[in-house]
């Protein structure tokens, strides 16, 4: 089973930021990509770029587009998710006046999107021509929506009408009478609909579709995203930011510090570096891009080049698993577990490792890190680790929060040959206020420990 | 006509049942066969399940709302289904209630249909504001259950008929002093408080209200409350808002704490289960009871048949209550439905 957006909406990685700020119309939509499964093709993912870059560029350079874009989102506004109606078309089963209602509601919607979307070479779009569905459900050509058995479907209607309203009292035998004869003109509506019940499926996904390509066109517009280059082998950002972070930053009028990164499934990337330098975020931010690419969105980097994989992992280490009564260390290595014979399976993978190992000693902690970096070098894999331990002797990429500097810190990411991990923890321990007293002793320690090794 | 002419100065309308068989349908059915259709466009619905065919609690028959071609009406899928009348869908709600979506039609012909409708204060307002701007009427009526269950509150409608009757009590002091109680109950007055539009935001809790604009939690709910009080507020003056069901206790507890120029303001009058005589004490103390919404009172129907089959004097009932609340009183049943 695929993975599907609503699978994904609980990672903790700012992916549901991501889903409330787009701008759908239609409560309908917003389910078709919810249960929209993550792409893993390269050829489907390079397809559906297409038609978002298509579109987007008719947005943004076509002003004429622009106006009618606002247009097709008041009208899709009325989509409703009629899939039920269309089931119940499909087995022929006679429909009552809602459903009716539903079906010609979306022929109008339809008839209306079309008229607008054919002034333009939309291909990602394809609607049906419902116009002979509208003609049986709209027999007077009033194009509104609205609907019930009108007097012209049948010759007797009329009359009957009338004198179940002339009456003065109610005539139940009268209304049972009109009722019988509408069910007879529903029947037929209904026989008559039913061949076209693909292209009112149709209609319905591509209108929902249309919708969400539009939402992600305004989404890349708001927060300033990029489209992405699809390559095989490598993993490439610059200027990357999380925008809920930015957007949280922002709002207590601070800014924030865009990263580059880059790395490939060749070598593991082991960061390094101080103590609150911004290394969680960085790996949320990879997994939140992923994410965003194999789901077809703005990218949010100035420049980002991305290598679709089967599965992604996320492993903050930050989380228990208490309901199965893990502890944080046993949640985080059977979570590491997971990702590593995915790896060794041969599966494509993005493995975002925070921290492995931090919650033991450090001497175990240490071997386990290493180990794990060591086995991920031997085998291809898109493997980001960070981690305090010091780790020699393995092959991987080395990269490091550039960290304190003039009192402030740089998130900033830069090539480290010398393998010990920075020794910051006391100078940012400092600046948090912490009581001197507790940080000469750990000074002195530390020397003692320095001079050991 | 009695009322009717008066009806087309209001927005919108509720139509108030004290109980189960006051005559609130009969109620509905007369104002809807007499208000003049070709001068203005009309809407009904009513407030969560109603309108059943047979009475779920009493099992006597239940009239069905009659409508007239042109009226528009909104009830739910299930009892849309069951309708008896040639109807336009115009309009299908995506919010789901227990009974399915919300269809909104027209009336074709004459007939019979099942009303029920929006089942939350929210859901109520906005459907009454749709109601104006999306199908123009004029007019838009709520059939308003005054059930203690109901979350969705009739006080959102500009204007109110309170059906009561025989149903209520069969002793004619407790039908007028019960009936008269709940109309000065929606006759209180709407705050003059500065904080009224933040209050309409709260949901919890009780609050202490400050002229500056300051606003105190007191109590996260009247469950919290302490009953003892410790007399802290004596000789201040002070308004409280009570964002909930203001209860005897909560009245009790302000009224022993507070000697002076105590306001404590309430959402609306459904808000409001306070004994009669613990109010009247309060009232008596000085003390000043609001509302932040308030329906205009426009006449009183009377229904003088019990379920039970027993028969009050009409006459009686409707003179006494008329002296007693100062509003006009029918006995709709006479009038004829």
């Given at each position: 089973m695929a993975l599907r957006f609503k699978d994904i909406l609980n990672i903790d990685c700012g992916i549901r930021y991501i889903f409330s700020a787009l701008e759908l119309s239609s409560s309908f939509s917003s389910r078709v990509l919810l249960e929209s499964p993550m792409l893993q093709n390269k050829e489907e993912i390079i397809n559906a770029y297409k038609d978002l870059s298509n579109l987007y560029s008719l947005y943004t350079n076509n002003s004429d587009f622009r106006d009618d874009v606002s247009k097709i989102s008041i009208i899709l506004g009325e989509l409703k998710d009629i899939r039920g109606s269309l089931n119940r078309l499909d087995e022929g089963i006679t429909l009552d006046d809602i459903e009716l209602f539903e079906i010609k509601n979306l022929s109008l919607i339809n008839r209306q999107i079309l008229l607008i979307v054919n002034k333009y070479n939309i291909e990602s779009v394809s609607l049906p021509n419902l116009e002979e569905s509208l003609n049986l459900l709209d027999p007077d050509q009033n194009r509104i929506p609205s609907f019930y058995i009108y007097d012209s479907y049948d010759v007797r209607l009329a009359p009957l009408r009338k004198m179940l309203s002339d009456n003065n009292r109610y005539n139940d035998e009268l209304f049972y009478k009109i009722n019988l004869l509408e069910n007879s003109i529903r029947k037929k509506l209904a026989d008559s609909l039913l061949p076209n019940v693909e292209e009112f499926r149709q209609s319905l996904y591509n209108l929902a579709n249309l919708d969400i390509l539009i939402s992600k066109c305004k989404l890349i517009e708001k927060l300033k995203l990029s489209l992405p280059v699809i390559s095989e082998s490598a993993i490439e950002y610059t200027g990357m930011f999380n925008p809920e972070i930015e957007y949280l930053l922002n709002r207590d009028g601070k800014e924030y510090q865009k990263i580059d990164i880059k790395f490939d499934n060749k070598l593991p990337l082991l960061i390094t570096g101080a103590n609150m330098g911004g290394k969680s975020i960085t790996l949320k931010t990879v997994a939140l891009c992923q994410y965003m690419f194999q789901f077809i969105f703005g990218i949010p980097a100035s420049f980002a080049k991305i290598s679709p994989v089967d599965k992604i992992f996320l492993s903050s280490g930050d989380e228990q698993d208490y309901r199965r009564g893990l502890s944080s260390f046993a949640a985080e290595i059977k979570r590491i577990n997971k990702m590593l014979t995915t790896v060794l399976d041969g599966k494509s993978v993005l493995g975002l490792t925070d921290e492995p190992a931090r919650t033991t000693n450090p001497a175990e902690g240490t071997a386990l890190a290493s180990s794990l970096v060591e086995l991920l070098s031997d085998h291809s894999s898109f493997s980001v680790i960070t981690t305090h331990y010091n780790i020699d002797n393995v092959k991987c990429k080395k990269l490091r929060v550039k960290g304190y500097n003039e009192g402030r810190i740089d998130y900033s990411l830069c090539e480290v040959s010398d393998s010990d991990a920075p020794q910051e923890a006391l100078t940012i321990a400092a600046n948090l206020g912490t009581d001197i007293r507790w940080l000469e002793k750990a000074r002195i320690k530390l020397k003692e420990i320095n001079n050991k090794k | 006509?009695?009322?009717?002419?008066?009806?087309?100065?209001?927005?919108?309308?509720?139509?108030?049942?004290?109980?189960?068989?006051?005559?609130?349908?009969?109620?509905?059915?007369?104002?809807?066969?007499?208000?003049?259709?070709?001068?203005?466009?009309?809407?009904?619905?009513?407030?969560?399940?109603?309108?059943?065919?047979?009475?779920?609690?009493?099992?006597?028959?239940?009239?069905?709302?009659?409508?007239?071609?042109?009226?528009?009406?909104?009830?739910?899928?299930?009892?849309?289904?069951?309708?008896?009348?040639?109807?336009?869908?115009?309009?299908?709600?995506?919010?789901?209630?227990?009974?399915?979506?919300?269809?909104?039609?027209?009336?074709?012909?004459?007939?019979?249909?099942?009303?029920?409708?929006?089942?939350?204060?929210?859901?109520?307002?906005?459907?009454?504001?749709?109601?104006?701007?999306?199908?123009?009427?004029?007019?838009?009526?709520?059939?308003?259950?005054?059930?203690?269950?109901?979350?969705?509150?009739?006080?959102?409608?500009?204007?109110?008929?309170?059906?009561?009757?025989?149903?209520?009590?069969?002793?004619?002091?407790?039908?007028?002093?019960?009936t008269s109680y709940i109309a000065e109950l929606i006759d209180l007055p709407i705050t003059k408080n500065s904080h009224t539009n933040t209050l309409n935001e709260i949901d919890k809790g009780i609050w202490r209200l400050y002229e500056n604009g300051d606003a105190e939690l007191l109590f996260e709910s009247a469950f919290m409350m302490s009953s003892s009080g410790s007399g802290i507020y004596k000789g201040e003056s002070m308004a409280i808002f009570i964002s909930g069901a203001l209860t005897d206790r909560v009245v009790n507890m302000f009224s022993r704490n507070v000697d002076t120029n105590i306001e404590l303001i309430v959402r609306d009058f459904t808000k409001i289960f306070v004994n009669q005589q613990v109010y009247r004490n309060f009232i008596k103390r000085g003390g000043k009871l609001t509302v932040l919404q308030k329906s205009k009172l426009i006449s009183i129907c009377v229904n003088p048949v019990s379920p039970t089959g027993y028969t009050l004097d009409s006459d009686r009932i409707c003179d006494e209550l008329q002296i007693k609340t100062g509003i006009k009183v029918y006995d709709i049943l006479k009038y004829g439905s």
């Open positions: - | 006509m009695p009322f009717i002419d008066e009806l087309l100065n209001y927005r919108s309308l509720s139509i108030v049942g004290l109980e189960k068989n006051t005559g609130k349908t009969e109620c509905l059915n007369y104002v809807l066969s007499r208000l003049p259709l070709e001068k203005i466009r009309v809407g009904v619905s009513s407030i969560g399940i109603d309108g059943e065919q047979v009475d779920q609690v009493t099992q006597s028959s239940k009239p069905e709302i009659l409508l007239r071609g042109g009226i528009i009406f909104t009830t739910s899928e299930k009892h849309y289904k069951e309708r008896r009348i040639v109807s336009e869908i115009l309009h299908i709600d995506e919010e789901e209630t227990s009974l399915g979506r919300l269809v909104t039609a027209m009336a074709v012909t004459k007939g019979k249909v099942l009303l029920s409708g929006p089942s939350t204060t929210a859901s109520l307002k906005r459907w009454i504001g749709t109601q104006h701007s999306r199908f123009t009427t004029n007019l838009t009526i709520v059939d308003g259950a005054l059930s203690r269950l109901s979350p969705a509150s009739p006080a959102v409608s500009e204007s109110m008929i309170l059906a009561t009757g025989a149903a209520l009590s069969l002793t004619y002091n407790e039908l007028i002093n019960k």
